[in-house]
């Protein structure tokens, strides 16, 4: 068996016909036709209205909180367990990230104990579908209605995941998406923001074309501080092809996951995220198991050792964002008890994950952690 990388790109439609075209047309800046059909087929993609692309995922949950008027002063409530750029996209408005500790069973936010960290700074909720599981976000939404707050779904992980047959990104008033090159929908390098607000969607497009005005002549007076943060013709001619096969990547990795319970499942100290619930479609961006080394036998640390000698690639889960020095300085507050949070990082990792991986690999990959065990 070759070596096996956590994850690659899968490029199997029309992305390299698109990007030929695009460069071949000239049309290689954010002007182009590209940009355009793929903010409208990833819209509707999202059962959303509208999409502004943009150059990543980080830049997306940004732009989201800008267009939002989420600035200095304000507070957001997001998950510890999540990959910092959540955390990191708060604190470049100004704003204060404020953490909630994961669920046991599901790993995304855990929603009983959002309400506490409630005060009158708080102007958003950020739920992160952490693995490509939606997370409750009937509970999230009537929390956020009771106390005014707006909902800003991170969705960098979960392109076409559902949750009672709405899909993600659709459930708030704005979402972002990466769609770095291990994401189920990949451009390389880019993201977008949905939402169904037209006023929310022309300030997220006012924000990110440095707030050249939406109408009227173009004479470079700017009456906002804003960004350029816009995707190119070439990038967005890859996210149309990717777009265009959604639900076949989807189901690739969903079914990679259900070959990993199936090879899996029943094993003492192997732990996987929770099944989806009923209505529910789990994307399963990157396989992830926790290990409980009193029942495997063997550590976290061992078991990734042994994978590596095997040929076999993995990645460590997320540090929390109680746990970042970044953060700390920057004034928030790390203090409280985080155990799952601390659980999952301590004894989880990711399993190699690419769309196109074949049965075969996945149970090669299987059958070295099974023998492993003691
Ligand atoms: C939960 C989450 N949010 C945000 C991001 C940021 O996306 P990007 O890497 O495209 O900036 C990622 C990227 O992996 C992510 O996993």
Redesign the pocket.
């Known amino acids: 068996m070759n070596f096996i990388p956590v994850c690659e790109p899968y490029l199997a439609g029309n992305e390299l016909k698109y990007v030929t075209d695009a460069v071949s047309t000239g049309w290689i800046s954010s002007s182009g036709p590209y940009v355009n059909r793929f903010e409208e087929e990833f819209a509707k993609y999202c059962n959303c209205k509208y999409a502004v692309s943009v150059c990543?995922?980080?830049?997306a949950?940004h732009l989201a909180l800008v267009a939002l008027g989420i600035g200095k002063g304000d507070e957001v409530i997001i998950p510890s367990f999540?990959?910092i750029?959540?955390a990191f996209a708060v604190c470049y408005t100004g704003a204060k990230p404020v953490f909630i500790d994961a669920d046991k069973e599901t790993w995304n936010i855990d929603v009983t104990k959002i309400e506490e960290k409630i005060t009158s700074r708080t102007k958003a909720i950020m739920p992160?579908h952490i693995f490509g599981k939606v997370c409750d976000m009937d509970t999230i939404c009537a929390i956020a209605k009771k106390h005014n707050l707006y909902v800003v779904e991170?969705a960098?992980?979960a392109h076409g995941a559902e949750y009672h047959e709405k899909k993600a990104g659709s459930f708030s008033d704005i979402a972002g998406f990466?769609?770095?090159a291990n994401k189920n929908i990949t451009t390389g390098?880019g993201?977008m923001i949905v939402t169904n607000n037209k006023a929310v969607y022309d300030q997220a497009r006012y924000y990110k074309n440095v707030c050249f005005p939406l109408d009227g002549p173009r004479n470079y007076q700017h009456e906002n501080i804003g960004y350029n943060y816009r995707m190119s013709n070439v990038v967005a001619a890859i996210g149309l092809a990717q777009v265009e096969k959604a639900d076949d990547y989807r189901e690739m990795r969903i079914r990679n996951h259900q070959l990993y319970r199936k090879y899996l499942t029943d094993v003492p100290g192997i732990i996987f995220q929770a099944e989806p619930a009923e209505n529910c479609v789990d994307v399963c961006w990157m396989n992830t198991i926790v290990i409980d080394s009193e029942k495997y036998g063997h550590t976290k640390e061992e078991l990734i050792a042994h994978l590596k000698e095997k040929g076999i690639d993995t990645r460590l889960l997320f540090t929390g964002m109680h746990k970042q020095k970044a953060l700390k300085d920057f004034g928030c507050d790390c203090s409280g008890e985080y155990s799952v949070c601390e659980w999952l990082t301590q004894n989880g990792f990711y399993l190699p994950s690419s769309s196109s991986l074949s049965e075969e690999i996945i149970e090669y990959i299987c059958s070295v952690i099974l023998k492993f065990k003691i």
């Open positions: 990543n995922g980080t830049i949950l999540t990959m750029a959540s992160v991170d960098a992980e990466s769609f770095f390098e993201g």
